[in-house]
């Protein structure tokens, strides 16, 4: 079956402008994150989703940053004000149910380069 | 806060050779403990993972163990070939969270 989907798998912006990164997670699964890896880093954590609701966005760096997943499928994350330190892949994962011996598979990421 | 370090940060090795990758966490209330591969520019591809209660996992020429006491896990890898060539990573979640904590990875070069 289809594994997870990001869109656009590069991006690049002027700093100041808005963005819009989708992620299409796997059939069925509940449970979506969103992570951001920067340069010779692991991925860090940003937001999980639980069906419709955001369960924990502790991760968020600041309120520039937003994510959203209104019918609980496809989720949206919003970066308004873009700055060049936002440059980074950001990577979208899901997981059946959200439990923590789930394994989380990945999409290839988006790119995001802030000029 | 739990931290996860991976050593080494780069390691190159010849065509063939058995080699070791370490993983060391802080905190050893984890649930699991799952090592991830990323080749260059693409996504993280889920190699093997490793409940609380278990000691090992295998996966054909992989083998990852798990010392949740000393907050440690190894990833074997036999009979190493290029095609192993990309960035393993291992990560942790911390209860009760379900987000994973990640080291920053090995890198591996196998050279024909």
């Known amino acids: 079956g289809a594994g997870v989907s990001q869109t656009p798998s590069n991006k690049v912006t002027e700093k100041g402008k808005y963005v819009e990164l989708r992620c299409d997670p796997i059939s069925g699964h509940t449970a979506l994150y969103w992570y951001r890896q920067s340069l010779g880093q692991g991925p860090e954590f940003l937001i999980y989703f639980q069906g419709t609701g955001a369960a924990d966005d502790s991760g968020l760096p600041n309120d520039r940053f937003f994510a959203v997943r209104p019918e609980g499928s496809v989720s949206t994350l919003k970066i308004q004000r873009t700055e060049r330190g936002d440059s980074a892949v950001y990577l979208c994962?899901?997981?059946?149910?959200?439990?923590?011996?789930?394994?989380?598979?990945f999409g290839p990421g988006t790119r995001l380069l802030v000029l | 806060k739990q931290e996860v370090t991976q050593i080494p940060a780069a390691l190159s090795v010849p065509e063939g050779e058995n080699l070791v990758l370490n993983c060391s966490f802080t905190?050893?209330?984890?649930?699991?403990l799952q090592w991830f591969r990323q080749d260059p520019g693409k996504g993280l591809t889920s190699l093997l993972l490793?409940?609380?209660?278990?000691r090992e996992q295998t996966s054909g020429r992989l083998n990852a163990s798990l010392d949740k006491s000393s907050g440690r896990s190894t990833l074997y890898i036999a009979a190493s070939q290029p095609g192993d060539s990309a960035t393993y990573l291992c990560a942790v979640p911390l209860a009760p969270a379900r987000q994973l904590t990640f080291g920053s990875g090995t890198q591996l070069t196998v050279l024909p």
């Open positions: 490793i409940q609380s209660s278990q």
């Open positions: 905190d050893s209330a984890i649930y699991n």
């Open positions: 994962a899901s997981s059946p149910q959200g439990r923590q011996q789930e394994t989380q598979y």
